[in-house]
């Protein structure tokens, strides 16, 4: 299995610029979670899904960030439009239902905006 | 879901047991201990994962006494590879639940 992958890597973008993050969980993992990592605040949940449905978005700053899963082998996070406070490393992370469960992240992207 | 409190940083040389310790003093009955491990520039990744006594796999050994309101997580002969940020968590039972990372503990390992 290839793990959870994300892209892009690596964005650089402009600030007022949309920003669309992708991810592609793990085969047969029915649970997907981003998350965000900066020095300041550390590693923050914005939202997960259970079964493509979103659960909890108690962690999305703000109006200007949506996340969908249109079906259970993709996710995207998207950022319209995007500021510089939102320059951070963003996770996807995926997870099988089960009764101790683990979540395997992905390599992460890390997203600049100027 | 319980908060954990874990030291922030701790250094240690090539071939040490580490022990990090992480205190949860309200950790529920349905509750369980997670420890994850992150490298700098990669996601978090499981290493352990326990209930109650010792749990013990290939990487690491994580200890939970009686009263279940702290937790060790051992790594024995730690290597410069082992420089990380390790998270200690407590997740509850039962599916659909989010993880909470606190600020983990940095450990930096020297030659």
């Known amino acids: 299995d290839a793990g959870v992958i994300q892209s892009p890597r690596h964005e650089v973008t402009e600030m007022g610029q949309e920003v669309t993050l992708r991810c592609k969980p793990i085969?047969?993992?029915?649970?997907l979670f981003w998350y965000r990592q900066t020095m300041m605040r550390g590693l923050e949940l914005l939202i997960y899904?259970?079964?493509?449905?979103?659960?909890?978005d108690s962690g999305m700053p703000e109006d200007r960030f949506s996340a969908k899963m249109p079906n259970a082998s993709f996710s995207t996070l998207k950022i319209q439009p995007s500021e510089p406070r939102d320059s951070a490393v963003y996770f996807c992370?995926?997870?099988?239902?089960?009764?101790?469960?683990?979540?395997?992240f992905g390599p992460g992207t890390r997203l600049l905006v100027l | 879901l319980a908060k954990t409190t874990q030291p922030i940083s701790m250094d240690s040389y090539e071939g040490q047991e580490v022990n990090i310790t992480c205190s949860h003093n309200?950790?529920?009955?349905?509750?369980?201990i997670t420890w994850y491990q992150q490298f700098p520039s990669q996601g978090p990744r499981f290493i352990i994962q326990?209930?109650?006594t010792k749990v013990t796999n290939e990487v690491a050994s994580l200890f939970i006494p009686a009263d279940r309101k702290s937790s060790t997580l051992s790594l024995p002969r730690v290597s410069l590879s082992d420089t990380a940020v390790y998270y200690c968590?407590?997740?509850?039972?039962?599916?659909?639940?989010?993880?909470?990372f606190g600020t983990g503990t940095q450990l930096k390992v020297e030659l």
């Open positions: 326990g209930y109650k």
């Open positions: 085969s047969g993992h029915n649970s």
């Open positions: 968590l407590v997740a509850r039972t039962g599916g659909g639940n989010k993880l909470t």
């Open positions: 899904f259970n079964n493509n449905v979103p659960i909890d």
């Open positions: 992370a995926s997870r099988t239902a089960g009764f101790q469960e683990t979540q395997y």
């Open positions: 309200n950790i529920a009955t349905n509750d369980y």
